[in-house]
């Protein structure tokens, strides 16, 4: 697609539920990222995945955080068992080519905001 | 790894004024340094990036940024502001990840 794009744009769940957030990233990106943007913050990294493979989970908080990529395409963000702190936007990037090096600029989606009640 | 200050929280200018907001990072290592823009209601935006070179890089909208590499700073500058320019600027920094920094929020008064 033209540009990066994230669904739901809002979702409101209650604590010790299961949620999941969907990614589509720019065509022909082969890297895709996650990140993480609480109130008043920057994005915090979470994951980015080169091809189907996750390069880099260092930013993951905790293992109720998960993120699949199997086709090298879309992406799904995993949150097990929700809690308040996990209310946050989460933003997902992409870029043509992936790593931390090199002439790669991330283009982001407009983010899912997540309210865990 | 890396860390990324940026220590204007909210300015507030009028239409006219010059504009110029601090990032500072702290790596080692080699470092490419980006500036995003949010603006109300839509997605980040890239705004400028220094990848090597010309440490003064232009971006969109007039705004440019100069990396002092002695200073471990890449401040962000625009001589002259309007109000579309409102909005919340974020610096960002990339050695063996991408950080970014909490955000300065721009208000530009008409």
């Known amino acids: ?117 | 790894a890396q860390s990324v200050s940026q220590h204007n929280h909210h300015v507030i200018l009028s239409e006219a004024a010059s504009l110029e907001l601090g990032c500072n990072y702290s790596y080692g290592g080699t470092v490419n340094l980006f500036w995003y823009v949010q603006y109300p209601g839509q997605h980040l935006q890239l705004l400028l990036k220094y990848f090597s070179g010309d440490p003064l890089v232009k971006g969109i909208k007039g705004f440019e940024a100069e990396f002092i590499k002695s200073k471990f700073s890449f401040n962000l500058r625009k001589p002259s502001v309007q109000w579309s320019d409102t909005a919340e600027y974020f610096c960002a920094v990339r050695g063996n990840d991408m950080r970014f920094g909490a955000g300065t929020r721009l208000t530009v008064k008409p």
């Open chain 1, 1 to 117: 697609g033209a540009g990066v794009s994230q669904t739901p744009s809002n979702k409101v769940t209650e604590k010790g539920k299961y949620v999941e957030l969907r990614c589509d990233p720019i065509s022909g990106h082969t890297a895709l990222y996650w990140y993480r943007q609480s109130l008043g913050q920057g994005p915090e990294f979470l994951i980015y995945f080169q091809g189907t493979g996750a390069a880099d989970d260092s930013g993951l908080p905790n293992d109720r955080f998960f993120a699949v990529r199997p086709e090298g395409s879309v992406s799904t963000l995993k949150i097990q068992r929700t809690e308040r702190g996990d209310s946050a936007v989460y933003l997902c990037a992409s870029s043509l080519q992936g790593g931390w090096s090199g002439a790669n600029v991330l283009t982001f989606g407009a983010g899912s905001r997540l309210t865990v009640l």
